[in-house]
């Protein structure tokens, strides 16, 4: 049985940092809205508090039931978490004299205590609150402070209970890893045995039970997660697995081949569809991205359905959902923002009457391109970008045209092989070349151009939520100006985007 930490959340943007770090020291964890727990918290070694947008002073404060928890359980709560704990169950909690927000420094450490082993005097953490806790509960007693918080961390005498006032999870808090497995490992006493491969494992054996001898049918789409997905159904279930590979006419330049011609390499039973003029044709004059977007989602429906009545005894849906992808599904009342809708979670239409059976849903990220590692896939196809759903239809700024997917294709082909040549693809999260709605006033040979012009963007993120621009090379930039336009018929100029995630999208 897969020993487990629940954290609940608040609405803190650093909930999913939680939880990231936790999985980070080998240990599973889940996250919960604070007003929808898991109904038998005893099923958790330990619980985690998050921090949250709202005061523990307001009206409409978050209060999560605890009954069950506090005294019972290992607790620790984290800024909002530390703050309720005082508030609700003794000490005083009031708004900040002055700005408690960005690095701090430990001032005092109670460094016998195991829940700061390793810590020192002088650590750096991470502060970002409006209230401070001025009194702790009776029973309660202080572990940490720094020069303006004088509660930085605290325990409550006799039960398992923690509190701390700064982000364990953020970089900032240096020995913030640190401080969390002295929590979970020394004081709860978690096993750190959540690995891929015991993930791969427990997997298996899950997708055996709930499959049984049915057919599932998944769409692939040549990015990780749809391919980690496949691999552990195929691993799970074998020919019962139907893959279906779409192109939609906006993929890369060859990519519908390559790719598949990798999946069958892979084992996988799939089958290509071609849809390349139905897509094209149904965007035909349509330049607001969104209604791209809705036209492309309903042609795929419309192709996947039409294909999965080809086959036999289908009863399952695969998707490759991930963990944040649930988590900013099942946002309520602030935690966890939705900044995004996620076209994955909760399948396709009622009409197609599938189940769905989503593998990675409990994975991050990088914990897919893990477990896809240990399952030998290749490193070739576990670090590809991300790409999007609607593929090229949304780099392309105003009307798609056939032409300009073209150009777009061969673009992008030189822009991502330049990459790769100058060993620059593994460093960048995202990378990609973008159709702008502009003509261009240029000269080639003695002749005045009037032709079209592309952006280059290369995106550092961990999560696709905040990004940051690559300083490429201005030696690399210029290589790659040269050869779009050189060999690119109808693009006489190419610029670089330079702008970061928020305010600019990726």
Request: net charge negative.
């Amino acid at each position: 049985m897969q020993e487990k930490v629940l954290i609940l959340d608040f609405g803190s943007q650093y909930t999913q940092l939680i939880a990231r770090r936790v999985r980070e020291l080998f240990i599973y964890c889940e996250i919960h809205p604070y007003n929808n727990p898991p109904k038998n918290s005893s099923e958790f070694k330990a619980v985690i508090l998050s921090g949250s947008p709202f005061s523990v002073r307001a009206e409409d404060a978050p209060h999560p039931e605890l009954d069950a928890i506090k005294g019972k359980l290992p607790l620790l709560g984290v800024c909002y978490g530390a703050q309720y704990l005082a508030h609700f169950f003794g000490g005083q909690v009031s708004p900040s004299n002055k700005r408690e927000y960005g690095r701090a420094n430990l001032s005092y450490v109670n460094s016998e205590d195991p829940f700061f082993k390793g810590v020192a005097t002088g650590s750096q953490v991470w502060m970002s609150h409006a209230d401070t806790i001025l009194n702790l509960p009776e029973q309660a007693e202080r572990l940490a402070s720094t020069s303006d918080v004088e509660n930085a961390a605290y325990k409550i005498k006799g039960e398992p209970t923690y509190a701390i006032q700064f982000h364990p999870e953020v970089y900032h808090s240096t020995d913030g890893k640190q401080v969390l497995e002295n929590f979970l490992v020394g004081i709860a006493g978690v096993k750190q045995d959540w690995t891929p491969d015991s993930f791969v494992d427990m997997t298996l054996a899950d997708l055996k039970e709930k499959v049984g001898k049915d057919q599932v049918i998944l769409g692939l789409s040549g990015g990780v997660d749809s391919s980690v997905a496949a691999m552990l159904l195929h691993k799970a279930i074998g020919k019962q697995l139907n893959c279906i590979f779409v192109n939609n006419g906006l993929l890369r330049k060859n990519e519908f081949d390559e790719v598949l011609e990798q999946y069958k390499g892979m084992g996988l039973n799939i089958k290509g569809v071609d849809a390349s003029d139905q897509f094209l044709d149904a965007l035909e004059g349509v330049s607001d991205p969104e209604t791209k977007r809705k036209i492309i989602g309903k042609t795929f429906i419309d192709v996947f359905d039409a294909e999965s009545h080809l086959v036999d005894g289908v009863r399952w849906l695969g998707q490759g959902t991930i963990y944040p992808d649930v988590i900013e599904s099942i946002s309520v009342n602030g935690p966890s923002a939705t900044i995004k809708s996620h076209h994955n979670v909760g399948g396709l239409p009622d009409f197609m009457k599938l189940d769905l059976v989503e593998p990675l849903r409990m994975l991050f990220k990088d914990e897919v391109r893990r477990v896809g590692k240990s399952m030998g896939m290749e490193a070739s196809l576990l670090g590809r970008h991300p790409f999007p759903g609607p593929g090229l239809a949304i780099r392309i700024l105003g009307e798609i045209t056939r032409e300009k997917v073209r150009m777009l294709q061969e673009v992008d082909a030189i822009f991502i092989q330049g990459l790769k040549k100058w060993d620059l693809y593994d460093q960048i999260w995202q990378a990609g070349a973008m159709f702008l709605p502009i003509n261009s006033v240029g000269v080639m040979g003695d002749e005045r151009t009037y032709e079209n012009c592309v952006a280059l963007r290369a995106v550092q993120s961990t999560d696709g939520m905040t990004a940051d621009w690559v300083d490429l090379p201005y030696a690399f930039l210029q290589k790659m100006s040269n050869e779009i336009i050189n060999n690119v018929k109808g693009v006489n100029r190419v610029v670089y985007d330079i702008s970061s995630k928020p305010p600019a999208t990726i």
